[in-house]
């Protein structure tokens, strides 16, 4: 018996999700890291704890896209994610170096 068709995606979607959880969720994960890093008082434990930490998260949003029903809608929310962790730690660090 073939799979319903509502419940498939198309190769576009699917390329544009695999692209979207390899690089985006690095991406992601690396400007989240960094925002946690430009504080003082948790610089030193963000950098020894990365090396695990960065992995999980990176590992929880390539998994996290393929759960979103539409590719384009997790690629803007990635996206908007790098822009804002990397825009605050951009002011962070001009703040506290």
Wanted: aromatic share 18%; hydrophobic share 60%; net charge positive.
């Amino acid at each position: 018996m073939p799979a319903n068709s509502k419940y498939l995606t198309t190769r576009g979607q699917r390329a544009v999700k695999i692209i979207t959880g390899l690089v985006g969720g690095y991406l992601v994960s690396a400007t989240f890291h960094l925002f946690l890093a430009s504080f003082p008082a948790t610089r030193d434990a963000v950098i020894i704890l990365s090396s695990f930490s960065f992995f999980i998260v990176w590992a929880g949003l390539l998994l996290l896209v393929f759960l979103a029903g539409n590719a384009w809608n997790a690629l803007l929310l990635y996206l908007l994610l790098t822009l804002t962790f990397g825009g605050a730690f951009w002011y962070l660090k001009s703040v506290f170096l």
